[in-house]
């Protein structure tokens, strides 16, 4: 079964019609796996898809170009690289922090 070792387990509860059930059913007997790992599985790698894209997403976000933050940054007369820099490993930090796996 999948984590095994992570203590205790959460449980999730939800419903679906009889014949989405035996497709999944199927499926996870096809597969060589119970139905639960099989559902666990699956959502789990939609999951991790779905982060990927996210962070891709957001990465693109961040722009690159010091001229992006000089309007913002020059009234206040800070040093645009100083600033910058702390903005970049600041993002990183809060990236690396998305669970992954």
Request: without cysteine.
């Amino acid at each position: 079964m999948i984590m095994e070792d992570e203590g205790y387990m959460d449980q999730v509860h939800f419903r679906v019609n009889r014949d989405l059930k035996n497709m999944i059913r199927k499926a996870a007997s096809a597969n060589g796996q119970s139905l639960t790992d099989f559902i666990v599985y699956a959502t789990l790698e939609k999951a991790r898809t779905i982060m990927q894209d996210h962070e891709q997403a957001a990465e693109s976000t961040l722009p690159n170009d010091i001229t992006a933050y000089e309007g913002i940054l020059a009234p206040l007369n800070l040093d645009i690289e100083q600033e910058l820099a702390q903005m970049r490993t600041a993002w990183n930090h809060a990236i690396s922090l998305t669970p992954t796996s």
